[in-house]
């Protein structure tokens, strides 16, 4: 078992490790402290509420390499897109059915964004 | 027109694939209506009053004979022969079986063609203007850089689960004819020192809240507009309300922020997002571009026209405009028969329009905001035929721009959010002013009806708006005057108590009349309304 996750209020001022933050939550106040983070646990309260996705991007964009966790209300179909933003770890309120997941982490051959998932846009693909 | 590569069309195909498994799932009761629905609006698929609708993405309107031959297929086929033109440009079916939507979708990505983000709180199908490519006023055509965002929004995993829809229309004209400035970003095409960048609007909609968007940015490069959105949005993402879906979309933000804030932090953010190198290269903007190269026009073409059939000279006057090739001119189809509903065709109509695109404009057709049709490069020479067949289909009604050509939303016929109908008094004002000649001489007014605040119908931006309202159970009608989505955009100020429906109607012909009445030389209704203001049509519609 990891460090104890604290959340976001606890989290200022702590030694903390892991740390859970809300959709309201701004992702950026972890920015200094992201060489000592190994967990960020980004909770989805409802799945229509999307801000999870940015706050998992900004991590990952300014170098977070720990684990993302996407926790909460998160449905198998948004998987793919949660990935493509950085998560890497999943707590889902109900179980994920694992055929579906997989059959969906193969269906989408070539992305049309970069993210931070490292997978290659068709604009490079196209023009190298 | 552009074309898939085999990159375009594993995506569409896989979608095809994914929204298969999720109907069997939901069909297999795996999941539940309040887990697919999400799912399926993602897919243009919606439940309405008696069935479930399917809205098909016509990207930026521009489709090819063959693509709007296959729209009328899948009407045979699947729906009621017949399917609904939108104001979003796109096509919707009304009576569609669940079970058949895989199956609809697959014949769509047969002819590069999908129902992706046609709905749900995502990016939506990006517009544009109608005459793009055609048009003498264009600075270039805004198509090319309609595709570039059409592809960077698809699937976009950070902006599918925003705090509301998402809408984005491109223009390249001082005219515009996309009501650009109306929408959650406006996109205007201008030049700078001979290079091409994006006037970029922020926060404009329709809705219960109508707002104009202003200008965030007054230029941004073309190597820098797709980081440049992606700030956009990532701050809407992170700070757009979503404790009210009323209060949701990206105006109420920009209203309660402050412009000037929103464009500080989206500075902010760009700074940080262009330095992931998320824009593609030139080149693929290039790539793009080449698709839209302008067909290979007749040098020698006649500008002549042979006016000597009334009738046809009455269509050309109205309906046809001036193209940017010598010889050439673009042709709008007013899908606004007299008592028809706005937007309908049927499929024999829409194998027609297919069919005329593809010996008479170079295989193309668009779809306008104003729900009717474009060929928008036919020879002058080819006017005569081309009015004729439309004429034996009941597609010539010389009506474009003039009272009869109304924009409706489907209202409570179709849909389970309206409070009143919109059909039958559309129906309505188009019998009432069915004599053309006196359609003419009131000269371009635009009438556009909602069937509720949501404002599907763009009311707001009516010269003329008649929002639909259910006042104890019974349906009223709220008049507005003096809206534009041209422009000069403004939004409609209601008049007063509302109608029943045969009382809009004669309070229509009242405001008409004063107009009539009042106007001062080649006035339109709009300038007149501008020029003496509100009290003189109340006086006429109360008395």
Known sequence: MGDPIVSFAEFEGSNATAVRIAPGDDARVLLPHLDRLTLVEVTFPAFRDGRGYSSARILRESGYKGTLRAAGDVLVDQVPYMKRCGFDDFAPNAPLDQTVVEKLSGLYPEPYQRTVDGAVPVWKLRHG | ?????????????????????????????????????????????????????????????????????????????????????TTRQNLQYNWIKLEDTPDILADLASVEMHAIQTSGNCIRNISSDQYAGAAADEVTDPRPWAELLRQWSTFHPEFSYLPRKFKIAVIASAEDR??????????????????????????????????????????????????????????????????????????????????????????????????????????????????????????????????????????????VKPHKAKGYAIVNIAVKPTGGIPGDATSDQIDLMADLATAYSFDELRVTHAQNIVLPHVKKADLYAVWQKLNDAGLANANLDLISDIIACPGLDYCSLANARSIPVAQKISERFADLERQRDIGELKLKISGCINACGHHHAGHIGILGVDKKGVENYQITLGGSGAEDVSIGKIMGPGFDENGAVDAIERIVEKYR???????????????VGNDVFKEAIYG
């Open chain 2, 1 to 85: 027109m552009y074309q898939y590569d085999k990159y375009d069309q594993a995506i569409v195909d896989a979608r095809v694939e994914e929204f298969r498994d999720q109907v069997r799932r939901r069909m297999a009761g795996e999941i539940t209506e309040d887990q697919f629905k999400p799912l399926r609006l993602m897919n243009g698929l919606y439940l309405q009053l008696h069935a479930y609708m399917l809205r098909v993405a016509i990207p930026y309107g521009t489709l090819s004979g063959k693509q709007m031959k296959m729209l009328g297929h899948i009407a045979r086929k699947y729906d009621r022969d017949y399917g609904h033109f």
């Open chain 2, 178 to 319: 996309a009501a650009m400035r109306l929408h959650d970003i406006g996109i205007e095409l201008v030049k700078k020192d001979g290079v091409l960048g994006a006037r970029i609007f922020v926060g404009g909609g329709m809705g219960r809240t109508p707002m104009i968007a202003p200008e965030i940015n007054p230029f941004v490069p073309a190597e820098d507009l797709l980081s440049y959105l992606e700030a956009c949005l990532r701050v809407y993402n992170r700070y757009g309300r979503r404790d009210n879906a009323y209060k949701a979309r990206i105006k109420i933000l920009i209203h309660e922020h402050g412009a000037d804030n929103y464009r500080a932090d989206v500075a902010k953010e760009f700074a940080h997002v262009k330095t992931l190198g998320l824009d593609p290269p030139l080149a693929e903007f290039d790539r793009i571009t080449a698709f839209f190269a302008a067909p290979a026009f007749d040098a020698t073409a006649a500008d002549d026209l042979d006016l000597s059939d009334p009738d046809f000279a009455v269509w050309v006057d109205q309906n």
């Open chain 2, 517 to 531: 009445e009042v106007r001062e030389g080649d006035e339109r209704f709009l300038d007149t309304y501008r020029r």
